[in-house]
């Protein structure tokens, strides 16, 4: 009966579209897998708002108890995704990157990698989280994506800048290092050089030398509040962190500024060998 409805759907048939995504809802798993292919066809239907219709329910559905049902629903998805509504639905789709099942992991994995190579802002948001934050078979996947980011859309940088108010450091120092390779090289976009001068206060050391090795690959000469807030890290508790520091600020600071001498030498004649390196 699903796969007939699905078939009516096709047709245009309205009624039929709705059993279609209807189906989705049953009680039995065959049924809702069943349904995905129903989707299917409701997808081709000559009408957008079918196609939305349809891609929304499958992605809804990637989130089925029955992992069979959700590997059916993204592949799917797929199949339905398009650049108008890849930014809807991408957040989704990251979420099943951390999914309990191999087979709904691979599954997500594609329409990802679709989605980084098309650039959708929310995917690569999506991507660098999953890169530290998933099992190891979707960071294996996805550490060469995120490594190889190049120049990101403003969207993108906003998408990567949300990542440094999550809960888990990892997903904060990943969010720092992506920024480093989508910000525009000596003169940073206004969000993302703002993100980096707050991370250099994170309360975890590995956050604040990210952001201030982020500062030095990416921050302009002359920039005086990121100088300032490297030259106040010489005197952190961390180690890495003070190393970080040295290493940025010479580029942040003006030409022969005489202060940032000042404080290079006083780390040379100080206690920390990994200063004076």
Not at 98 to 122: F, M, N, Q, S, Y
Not at 217 to 245: F, I, K, M, N, T
């Amino acid at each position: 009966a699903v796969r007939v409805a699905g078939g009516l759907a096709a047709l245009g048939l309205g009624a039929a579209a709705s059993a279609a995504l209807g189906s989705f809802a049953d009680e039995d798993e065959a049924v809702r897998r069943g349904g995905a292919a129903a989707v299917a066809a409701l997808g081709a239907a000559a009408t957008s708002a079918a196609q939305a219709a349809a891609a929304e329910a499958a992605v809804a559905r990637a989130e089925d108890p029955a992992w069979r049902v959700r590997v059916a629903a993204l592949c799917m998805a797929e199949q339905l995704i398009n650049s108008k509504l890849a930014a809807k639905v991408a957040p989704s789709i990251c979420g099943r990157l951390c999914d309990e099942h191999t087979d709904v992991r691979k599954a997500a994995l594609r329409i990802v990698g679709a989605l980084l190579t098309a650039g959708e802002p929310a995917a690569v948001a999506g991507a660098v989280a999953a890169s530290v934050g998933s099992r190891g078979d979707v960071r294996k996947e996805l550490e060469p994506k995120v490594r190889g980011l190049g120049k990101g859309s403003e969207k993108t940088i906003t998408a990567v800048v949300a990542l440094l108010r999550r809960e888990e450091w990892e997903v904060r120092r990943a969010g720092v290092r992506a920024l480093a390779k989508l910000a525009r090289r000596g003169e940073p976009e206004v969000e993302a050089r703002t993100a980096l001068l707050a991370a250099v206060g994170d309360a975890r050391a590995e956050v604040r030398a990210a952001a201030l090795a982020a500062l030095g690959q990416v921050g302009a000469r002359g920039d005086r509040e990121a100088a300032a807030l490297a030259a106040r890290r010489l005197g952190d508790d961390s180690g890495p962190v003070r190393a970080e520091a040295l290493r940025a600020l010479p580029g942040l600071a003006e030409e022969n500024d005489p202060g940032t001498a000042r404080a290079l030498l006083e780390q040379l004649r100080g206690e920390a060998w990994e200063a004076r390196v």
